[in-house]
């Protein structure tokens, strides 16, 4: 393994060396994540252009969009022409000293190359080599993979939205970044085997199982079908699929999405209503009542009648503000949560705080604010630094693997770099 790029700390994956072949999403937020824990990731751009996604969306004219620039914060940028001969010679000499290839190109875009899974194994034994691919063998193995395409085809559309409504895309992006997270824990996995086995391995993630991973509990509700009806969602339905639920949660303890004031688009506040709480929660909304009455102070009782019972609770928070609602809640015990939209989570201070929104300095576009790592290790801290510029660490990659300044120019001037 090689020593990671300007560490200072002590990293859990320093000494990794990881060659990022990817771009857009799915890829990139697996590298990132590599990247985040001391990994030294080295991003192979195409000469002049680059990832796609540095252009994708833009809000600066001639300047790396947001939608790039927080995908591959703390990587190095260097640029390859494949299709050249000096270019995949170039090639061989980084695959011969990376810890893990990672790519999410098309279905057998690396393998026209040249470099098929046996031939990489032959240049580094040791290599990690994962892919991202929208589906596994079989009749989709070469349709494309985005994330819509992963929703739709993984369970996640099906069951999100409202039963009469249509079929409802997650503002998460799970079939992209979700296939991301799940390549990580593949790769540290295989990392690990490898200091048993000392050779590398093969692994491959796929967007739809991923989602579909995502949507377990919608595939455990499908077989209770069999049994009788779902008693946790809206119309206690028996079809012959799971239905979309709409804020309903589908568990064993019911809770909805109620409005609170003053009536924006995001004033709503999730609540829960737990069998040891609804004595409480009913004296809070002013029924005190119904703590004993028989037709609602059982967990069975209630599920009857969800509707009403989130209709009874709901004219009270409407009347309050949804931080004053989770306060009085929370104080008394009782699971809930306001519906924090974008722009409060972005300015939230107790996330900039503990490092979950961060702010990142760019040479070009200025200040930016990000997600910081998710990923906390009390002995390996994470420090988020800017995305590189196309390119910008040619030289230094280069010369590291023995090039002087002056092979390094001549390769840019020919078009190789």
Excluded at 51 to 72: E, H, K, W
Excluded at 340 to 362: C, F, K, Q, Y
Aim: with cysteine; proline share 7%; charged share 20%.
């Amino acid at each position: 393994m090689t020593e990671a790029a300007g560490t200072e700390a002590p990293k859990a994956l320093a000494g990794v060396r990881v060659l990022d072949m990817t771009h857009v999403q799915s890829g990139p937020s697996a590298t990132q994540l590599l990247a985040w824990l001391g990994a030294d990731v080295i991003k192979l751009e195409t000469p002049g252009r680059g990832d796609i996604a540095r252009g994708q969306l833009r809000d600066v004219p001639d300047v790396d969009s947001l939608y790039f620039a927080m995908l591959n914060c703390n990587k190095r940028s260097i640029t390859l022409n494949l299709k050249t001969g000096q270019g995949k010679e170039l090639f061989r000499r980084l695959v011969a000293g990376a810890d893990v290839l990672v790519e999410n190109r098309g279905p057998g875009v690396v393998d026209r190359l040249g470099f098929p899974w046996p031939e990489l194994r032959r240049l580094n034994p040791r290599l990690v080599y994962a892919s991202i691919r929208g589906f596994g063998p079989g009749r989709h193995a070469d349709v494309r993979g985005y994330e819509m395409i992963a929703q739709a085809m993984g369970g996640a559309m099906a069951t999100t939205g409202f039963p009469d409504g249509p079929p409802t895309a997650s503002g998460a992006g799970i079939g992209d970044s979700g296939a991301g997270i799940h390549l990580v824990a593949a790769v540290l996995a295989a990392l690990y085997q490898r200091t048993v086995t000392r050779h590398g391995q093969r692994v491959q993630v796929t967007m739809q199982e991923a989602v579909l991973n995502l949507c377990r509990v919608k595939l455990r509700d499908q077989q209770r079908l069999a049994r009788g009806p779902l008693a946790e969602y809206p119309g206690r339905p028996s079809g012959p699929e799971v239905p979309r639920a709409g804020n309903a949660s589908g568990g064993g303890q019911p809770g909805w999405a109620l409005r609170c004031a003053p009536g924006g688009p995001n004033d709503y506040v999730y609540v829960i209503v737990q069998p040891q709480s609804w004595a409480t929660l009913a004296r809070l909304i002013g029924r005190p009542e119904l703590a004993g009455n028989e037709g609602w102070s059982t967990q069975e009782a209630r599920q009857a009648k969800l509707d009403k019972m989130f209709a009874l609770v709901e004219e009270w928070t409407e009347r309050r503000g949804k931080w004053r609602v989770m306060d009085t809640l929370t104080e008394h015990g009782i699971p809930c949560a306001p519906v924090m939209s974008t722009r409060e989570l972005i300015d939230d201070p107790t996330l900039a705080a503990v490092g979950a929104i961060v702010e990142v300095e760019h040479p070009e576009r200025g200040a930016f604010r990000t997600v910081g790592s998710p990923l906390r290790l009390s002995d390996s801290p994470v420090e988020i630094s800017r995305p590189p510029l196309l390119g910008e660490h040619n030289d230094e990659v280069y010369r590291e693997l023995g090039y002087t300044a002056r092979q390094v120019a001549g390769l840019r001037a020919i078009g190789v770099i």
